[in-house]
């Protein structure tokens, strides 16, 4: 029998598990899904129409612009050695022209200034090691408002890497400064070997060709660049602004009049992907499929919420997170003034190691899970209810301004707006390569996370918004933060 999400008033079953596999099927077959793409858009038309068919109103999509970006052709040639490397274009790079560009290469070791200083660039191709931040337990559970861990299975030390934070990609900008021909960074932190890596995903156009090379390559590369070889760098590709979507649905609450006046409840999750991806974010729209589909049926069966249930699809989560940044500048005057609530849910994501040959090996755990959060200390007791109600395990609700100005999440610009916010996410190590499939779903979770999202959006439904927002380290009128360091415009 398939688990399904419970109504709590009805108890009548509305979504199941098999529905939800079923979207995710769907969303992961329309295939690359990057900010722009032809594929991302056919998503965002099924988007519309699904929600339509729940009985969504005032279904919209909503324009976002953004700097399309389509690789064509990469390649690392070593004349001397006539041979070529596997590499893929570090994302938002500028391309090199059909023949590329033939340089002696020179190493930097991680690009600091010293690095720099040592040695000559100019009109180079520079190699460069690439290092990624790492994951700490104990930094996700500072200032937590709760921890769900009954096996104490989430260290305070080390979990993995932060792959979508390079710590030194700095040195791609020195680089350019120092008029470098162009830039290989090499993945020596990554878990398992392959070139294809979707980070940095900032949206901002760069003036400086550049390729990932795997880090089963870099050992020869740079043995390579220390002795000054020549290499031959291509990189071709186009891009252009091109419009990408916000994809909105409103469901009225009982409150809702003519005036349009409503308080509302906005829930989100971002529609684009590096790849073809499975957990990033397909695992994430599954629930707000769901949560769409429940509310509406709760509606249709006159059990309406008080206020409105917002939905957004948003676009261009790797476009620097523009989607939720302009959905929030372009109601700000409106309807975000009557928010009481905001909630984003991502990556349902099972655990995985690296298996020692090169690849990933799954857990058989869930993958640490946060849900930032910047709320009143009522409405994290009903977080924390309802998580362990629903045995959301390794899930840290963490305080959503540990890492920087604002949460690495989505729905980020909804805290920064001064709205309370929850946001379920995980960082799973595969989520910007196309090892992201449907086996790295985590299938157990996906009902108990959308029945989590059902049962607190109806019990916040119930409170005043005063006693939802009171405490909140971001309150309404905050001057705005600073760019975080993983959307770092260039210098």
Not at 27 to 41: A, D, H, M
Not at 43 to 50: Q, Y
Not at 240 to 266: D, F, K, M, Q, T
Not at 460 to 487: C, I, T, Y
Request: net charge negative.
């Amino acid at each position: 029998m398939q688990p399904v999400i419970v109504s709590p008033e009805s108890r009548e079953p509305t979504v199941s598990l098999g529905e939800m596999l079923g979207w995710i099927r769907q969303i992961v077959g329309f295939g690359t899904r990057r900010p722009g793409y032809r594929q991302s858009l056919q998503l965002e038309e099924w988007l519309e129409e699904t929600w339509r068919r729940f009985g969504l109103a005032e279904v919209r999509r909503e324009p976002v612009a953004v700097n399309g970006w389509w690789p064509e052709q990469s390649g690392l040639v070593i004349p001397g050695e006539n041979t070529e490397l596997p590499c893929f274009a570090i994302p938002y790079t500028a391309w090199t022209g059909a023949a590329g560009l033939e340089a002696e290469l020179v190493f930097v070791g991680e690009g600091t200034p010293q690095d720099f200083e040592s040695r000559e660039v100019r009109d180079r191709i520079v190699v460069v090691e690439m290092r990624f931040a790492v994951l700490v337990g104990a930094a996700l559970k500072q200032g937590a408002r709760f921890v769900c861990d009954a096996a104490g299975s989430i260290p305070d030390g080390p979990l993995h890497v932060a792959n979508w934070l390079i710590r030194n990609f700095g040195a791609y900008y020195e680089a350019a400064r120092r008029g470098a021909a162009g830039l290989v960074g090499l993945l020596v932190d990554a878990p398992v070997d392959g070139c294809e890596f979707y980070v940095p995903y900032d949206g901002f156009m760069k003036r400086l060709p550049a390729v990932w090379v795997g880090r089963e390559h870099a050992d020869h590369l740079r043995a390579l660049a220390r002795s000054g070889v020549r290499a031959r760098l291509v990189s071709t590709g186009e891009h252009r602004v091109v419009n990408s979507h916000n994809v909105v649905g409103v469901l009225p609450g009982r409150g809702a009049g003519a005036g349009g006046s409503n308080e509302n409840i906005i829930v989100t999750c971002h529609h684009d992907a590096p790849f073809a991806s499975a957990v990033e974010d397909a695992s994430g729209l599954a629930v707000l499929l769901a949560l769409a589909r429940e509310f509406a049926a709760r509606a249709a069966a006159g059990k309406r919420l008080a206020r409105d249930l917002i939905f957004v699809a948003a676009s261009g989560h790797f476009h620097g997170g523009i989607g939720n940044r302009s959905f929030v500048e372009r109601h700000a005057e409106g309807l975000l003034r009557r928010t009481v609530a905001a909630f984003g849910v991502e990556h349902i994501a099972e655990e995985v190691e690296a298996d020692g040959s090169g690849g990933y090996r799954l857990t058989g755990r869930p993958e640490v899970r946060a849900l930032f959060f910047d709320g009143s200390a009522a409405f994290a007791q009903v977080l924390a209810q309802e998580a362990q109600r629903a045995g959301l395990e390794r899930l840290i609700c963490a305080d959503a301004y540990a890492f920087g100005p604002e949460p690495p999440c989505d729905s980020a610009p909804f805290f920064t707006a001064g709205v309370p916010s929850a946001c379920h996410i995980s960082g799973p190590l595969y989520l910007f390569d196309p090892h992201d499939t449907t086996d790295k779903v985590r299938v157990a979770d996906l009902v108990p996370v959308a029945r989590f999202f059902a049962r607190v959006i109806a019990q916040v439904d119930a409170m005043e918004a005063g006693a939802l927002a009171g405490g909140m380290k971001r309150p309404r009128g905050s001057p705005p933060p600073p760019p975080p360091p993983w959307f770092r415009p260039p210098d």
